[in-house]
Structures are given as structure tokens and as C-alpha cells.
């Protein structure tokens, strides 16, 4: 079972062009910002994929965790047995509970339930574990490998890279410049024997690595707007999102000049591409203006204001 999404298919002024294929068994995560996610929502709905995993659809307040997925159970005809769905969506320990009195996370954990018994030919879900709990996101993530035994095609749309990258077996990020895929591998133990006879020599390949649970998430050192050391750590900051390196600034820095990245502070690697202002705040104290979302600032220290005044030609 496939299905696609083409963004011809809806007039929209804000989305790109691009088309893309949703199949089994790879779950896909779509990272975005809000706006362009609900132009994705209407191109969904537009293609006839209408049903939405968006917690909009409501439920029985005056009813129990366990009366509203025995009312959904008996509705769509679910073969699984009601105490299996209860203990598979981790509902088992409040299913007396009224759900007017249920917390955010048990919420969401009776809608996983219920679209999972709808049993459809494929799933869209938008922000499916945002503010939800340990458990939840737990939960959800089990949902995803049942759906994958059904052979179901799974789209989730989200506004967290981190979400996308822990949820999606591929991901992309849709931004004015197009739809693009997120390079990233799994982790696998290596034989070093092997690794040593079959290890490709590249010289002139180099990207940024980071880790998301299992996953090692590749970065073009251009997407980066800067590297940051906190408490001994190194972290990756692209558009607000941090993420946490192996690597310290140290030992990233001397590849990194090649790609216009600048020293500007003991704990800071900054992408001088991504440079919109230098601010003078005092005598001696001065910060740069990154070109991103947030607008974010960061410290120049005072003994590199004349390397950097120098780089861009200010003197």
C-alpha cells in the first residue's frame, strides 16, 4: 500500500513543488514549520487522505478510560481483544478513570488507541507525542511497529526535528528551498577486521554528526548556524534546535575554517554565513546576530572584534 502526496494538487502560494511517495515499511516524518504544516494538512485533505490523526475528533468525557475504548472497540469491529488494547496502550492502570479527569498524556494514549482500532489503509498523524510523557511517547512508538506489522504506510507531520528524527525511519524538511530528505544512519556494531578491509578512502567528504536516541544524524556544515560548548558539551544549533556532538569545539575547528566557520568565543564556532549583525553592547563587549527563526545572539569575544571586523572587510 502506497499513497502520495503532490503539492500541484492545491493551490497554495506557500508550498513548494514537490511530490513525494509515502510506502511501507519505512514510517516518514515531514519536519516543518507550523504554516507550512497546515498547507501540508490541506494538501492531505485535498488528496482524499482526510483522516488525520490530530486529537480534533473528541471523545466521552462522561465515560471511562475503559467505556470509551469498549464503545470504539465494538464500533469499528476490532478483532483484538478489549484487555490486549488496554495493555498494549498502557490504559490497563486508569480504565476507571473518567476522562474528564485524565491527564494530557492518558488522553492522547485513548486516541492512539482509537485510530489504531479504526484499521485504516494508511495513517497520518500530526504532532502525535507533542508535551506528552515518557511513557506515551513509549507507547506511541509501539503503535508505529504494529502499524508496520499491518503494513500500513505511516506519514507524520511535525514541527520538532528531534521528534522527526526519533519517529521517522525517513525524514524530510520542507522549508521555501523544496522538500529534502534528512541524511541519517542507524548504528550498527562493527567488526573492526571488516571495517578495515572494506573502509572507503574519502578525503574530501566531511559532515557534522550528532546523535538522536539510536540514530546518527548527518549535517552539511553550511545548514549549521553555530557550535556551542556547554558544561562539556559540544551541541549543534540549526534553526533553535540543538543537538548534542561527540566532537569538541577543539577538534572540529580546523575543518571547519574551509567552510567559513569562525573562532568567535572560547565556547562558540560560528557559521560566518549566517552572521546579519555584529552588536556593539560596550567598549568591550560584543555579539553576533544570526540570520535564523529566533534571531539568536551570541558572544564575540573582545580580543576577536578585529579578526572578524577584518573578515568582512569593516576596516
Aim: charged share 25%; proline share 4%; net charge positive.
Amino acid at each position: 500500500m502506497t499513497f502520495k502526496l503532490d503539492s500541484s494538487e492545491v493551490k497554495s502560494d506557500m508550498l513548494p513543488a514537490f511530490s513525494i511517495s509515502v510506502d511501507y515499511p519505512n514510517i516518514t516524518t515531514i519536519y516543518s514549520d507550523t504554516d507550512f504544516q497546515t498547507e501540508l494538512i490541506k494538501l492531505c485533505q485535498k488528496s482524499n487522505y482526510s483522516m488525520i490523526f490530530d486529537q480534533r475528533e473528541g471523545l466521552y468525557e462522561r465515560l471511562s478510560v475503559e467505556g470509551n475504548v469498549a464503545f470504539y472497540h465494538k464500533w469499528f469491529g476490532c478483532k483484538t481483544p478489549l484487555p490486549e488494547i488496554l495493555v498494549e496502550f498502557k490504559l490497563h492502570n486508569c480504565a476507571k478513570k473518567p476522562v474528564r479527569k485524565c491527564t494530557l498524556s492518558e488522553i492522547r494514549r485513548i486516541y492512539y488507541a482509537k485510530y489504531y482500532m479504526m484499521n485504516k489503509k494508511w495513517s497520518i498523524f500530526r504532532e502525535p507525542i507533542q508535551g506528552v510523557d515518557v511513557l506515551t511517547v513509549h507507547t506511541f512508538i509501539n503503535m508505529l511497529h504494529l502499524l508496520k506489522k499491518k503494513k500500513m504506510p505511516v506519514l507524520i507531520l511535525i514541527t520538532n526535528l528531534e521528534h522527526a528524527l526519533l519517529l521517522g525511519d525517513i525524514a524530510y524538511r520542507l522549508q521555501e528551498k523544496g522538500l529534502h530528505q534528512i541524511e541519517m544512519e542507524m548504528e550498527e556494531k562493527k567488526d573492526p577486521e571488516i571495517e578495515a578491509s572494506t573502509s572507503p578512502s574519502i578525503t574530501n567528504l566531511f559532515k557534522i554528526s550528532a546523535k538522536v536516541g539510536d540514530k546518527v544524524i548527518l549535517f552539511d556544515p553550511p545548514e549549521i548556524d553555530y557550535i556551542e560548548s556547554q558544561d562539556g558539551k559540544s551541541h549543534i544549533v540549526i534553526d533553535n534546535e540543538s543537538f548534542t556532538m561527540d566532537a569538541t569545539l577543539a577538534e572540529v575547528e580546523k575543518k571547519l575554517v574551509v567552510y567559513g566557520f569562525f573562532r568567535c568565543h572560547r565556547s562558540y564556532i560560528v557559521n560566518l554565513q549566517k552572521v546579519r549583525e555584529i552588536i556593539t553592547w560596550s567598549k568591550n563587549t560584543y555579539s553576533l546576530r544570526i540570520d535564523n527563526k529566533s534571531q539568536a545572539t551570541i558572544p564575540l569575544s573582545r580580543t576577536k572584534i578585529q579578526d572578524i571586523q577584518k573578515i568582512f572587510s569593516l576596516k
